[in-house]
């Protein structure tokens, strides 16, 4: 993997970092730190979710096909409504 793969990875977490940090500030009534103690961890958690979501996007564009990329990236809503009936008993639409 080269240098830029990382790059590009680092600036899209700083940026989005600094952005979602900007806007829940100027949103909400308890601020960034306040909403952040209300909310807890599910919400940290959540964070490093999406961190590992976008990094893995960047590295799989980065370093395959895009078509490729995009056919796994397809698959999300079909895999997301499998584990969700294995592991939480979820019935899903048969459109999904």
């Known amino acids: 993997m080269s240098d830029s793969t990382f790059d590009t990875a680092f600036l899209l977490g700083l940026f989005t970092t ?3 940090s900007i806007f ?3 949103r909400e009534d308890k601020g960034l730190i306040g909403t952040l103690r209300a909310s807890g961890w599910p919400v940290i958690v959540s964070g490093l979710f999406m961190l590992g979501s976008a990094t893995t996007l960047i590295f799989s564009l980065k370093n395959t096909s895009v ?3 995009i056919v796994i990236l397809s698959t999300s809503p079909a895999l997301a ?3 969700s009936w294995v592991f939480l008993g979820e019935v899903t639409r048969r459109a999904t």
Do not use: C, D, G, T
């Open 81 to 83: 409504a499998l584990l």
């Open 24 to 26: 829940i500030q100027l």
């Open 18 to 20: 600094l952005s979602m």
């Open 67 to 69: 078509a490729n990329a």
